[in-house]
């Protein structure tokens, strides 16, 4: 586990207003932290200098744009040394269909997202992955068939206790 960094109130407002609308003015952005447009922008550019900020993406509807299928795999390695799993989590990342991956805990080893064109296209990735990796025990597939939550991102008021801090 990582060591967290601990923010203020304000910052908390100021990742707030950017998980809803990362493309925000810095006036915006300043109106929804409570602060004057200079503090807020030397806030904003700290939290980016830190990596708490790690970038800024556009959300695609990519079902206007094609047809594609999502599918979630459940991987089981052989051998769970540092090589081994290495050697996995560096085919997942050439891999550009996968779009994310999990070491987890529990019956599995990791979960992959992946996203094709179709169930054929995923069944020779599959293939191909299993030919390139034979440290690939099992892998169980699981098609989504609809989302039901789309990621919002996560409920830093829920999870964060900010620190007291003077005002800028």
Known sequence: ??????????????????QEQGRMSNLELAAKAGLSASPCHSRHRALERSKVIQGYRADIDLGKLTEHVEILSFVTLHKHGRTQQGAFERLI????????CYQISGNFD???HFVC??????VE??????????????????????ETKKFAGYPLKELIEPVERQKD
């Open 117 to 122: 064109r179709s169930v054929g296209d995923y």
């Open 125 to 146: 990735l599959h293939h191909r992955l299993i030919e390139d990796e034979p440290n690939i025990a099992s892998v169980t597939t699981n098609v989504i068939m609809a």
């Open 93 to 100: 990342e050439r891999t550009p269909q996968a779009i994310a």
């Open 1 to 18: 586990m990582r060591k967290s960094q601990k923010i203020d109130r304000i910052d908390l407002k100021i990742l707030a207003a950017l």
């Open 110 to 112: 990791y979960i992959v």
